[in-house]
């Protein structure tokens, strides 16, 4: 299962993210998954859970968000999505086209909780201390 050792990069590149910003608590990390980039989205999941044990990640959440397949036309030039096992033209029908988007799984966004914040300390229910550090 590869998923571990990405989820191992993932994380090492989480906790450089979380040191750059001098916070310890990573609360949430969402990544966007395309469904030629070889990672089973549910296995990833998974392998989050055993990997997350070290470092400011040790309770963060793993939000997957799934990537449309693109591809442009060398015949016509048009842009359009694909389905993953049939990289068509949609406009013109022609099967000479280049890939786009679809095959990359992307660090998209990391949520991060400042030392010393307490969130249970706020009425409304929402926590001011959150900062969202955007990854790509």
Known sequence: MHELAVCQALLDQVQAISAEHGDTAVTRITVSI???SGVVPELLQRAFYLARARGSAANAELLIEGAAVRIRCRS??????AAPARLICAHCGDFHTDLLDGDQLVLMRVELIQAGANPANDSAGEWPCVKHADAI
Request: net charge negative.
């Open 76 to 81: 016509c030039g048009a842009e359009s999505e």
């Open 34 to 36: 395309g469904p030629l």
